[in-house]
T-cell receptor
Framework: GENVEQHPSTLSVQEGDSAVIKCTYSDSASNYFPWYKQELGKRPQLIIDIRSNVGEKKDQRIAVTLNKTAKHFSLHITETQPEDSAVYFC???????????FGQGTTLQVKP | GAVVSQHPSRVICKSGTSVKIECRSL??????MFWYRQFPKQSLMLMATSNEGSKATYEQGVEKDKFLINHASLTLSTLTVTSAHPEDSSFYICSARGPRVSLDTQYFGPGTRLTVL
């Protein structure tokens, strides 16, 4: 079945450093790849997304890259700040159904 | 825009009772709503896809007779957990997408924390 693998499960960086989270997906029909940030007890918040016809997208300190051939996509956060600390989830959506399959999550800790 | 609400935010019930959770799209028409369950320190697991006016599509392993989903209008979907047991205690989150917002994007509700005693 559809599966999304996310690594690492935890990531600790110093403030100002970069953080990279990687995901792989199994369903070749996936065509939409959002990233969510979730704080404890709250709803997931969309931080950036990319569609299968694009290889890279950037929004200020956040960027996402997609390699369709390898079925890999990655989240890059530069100049990290303590408020970036949260759990980050990648997801892949099937084109026809739109349903999201989530990765396992990465707990990012940014140390001041 | 694209705001989704859920009610209640927290509910505590006794084992064997049923609990209804509402998911509403406040400023757009949601042709499709999704229901997820999230256990502590785990990821979101899709339970079912709900399309307005039709039966929900359940993911493998999700009991449709236990988790009743109704999507009676373009702005409301409900999830009823029937005969709840302690193992059903979890964070239930809905999401919605619609024709007048980005078709791919799902907008999440704030979640409902269910505790079954």
């Amino acid at each position: 079945g559809e599966n999304v693998e996310q690594h690492p499960s935890t990531l600790s960086v110093q403030e100002g450093d970069s953080a990279v989270i990687k995901c792989t997906y199994s369903d070749s029909a996936s065509n939409y790849f959002p990233w969510y940030k979730q704080e404890l007890g709250k709803r997931p918040q969309l931080i950036i997304d990319i569609r299968s016809n694009v290889g890279e997208k950037k929004d200020q300190r956040i960027a996402v890259t997609l390699n369709k051939t390898a079925k890999h996509f990655s989240l890059h956060i530069t100049e990290t700040q303590p408020e970036d600390s949260a759990v980050y989830f990648c997801a892949a959506a099937h084109g026809n159904t739109g349903k999201l399959i989530f990765g396992q999550g990465t707990t990012l800790q940014v140390k001041p | 825009g694209a705001v989704v609400s859920q009610h209640p935010s927290r509910v505590i019930c006794k084992s064997g009772t049923s609990v209804k959770i509402e998911c509403r799209s406040l400023d757009f028409q949601a042709t499709t709503m999704f229901w997820y369950r999230q256990f502590p320190k785990q990821s979101l697991m899709l339970m079912a896809t709900s399309n307005e006016g039709s039966k929900a599509t359940y993911e493998q392993g999700v009991e449709k007779d236990k988790f009743l989903i109704n999507h009676a209008s373009l702005t409301l979907s409900t999830l009823t957990v029937t005969s709840a047991h302690p193992e059903d205690s979890s964070f239930y989150i809905c999401s919605a997408r619609g024709p007048r917002v980005s078709l791919d994007t799902q907008y999440f509700g704030p979640g409902t924390r269910l505790t079954v005693l």
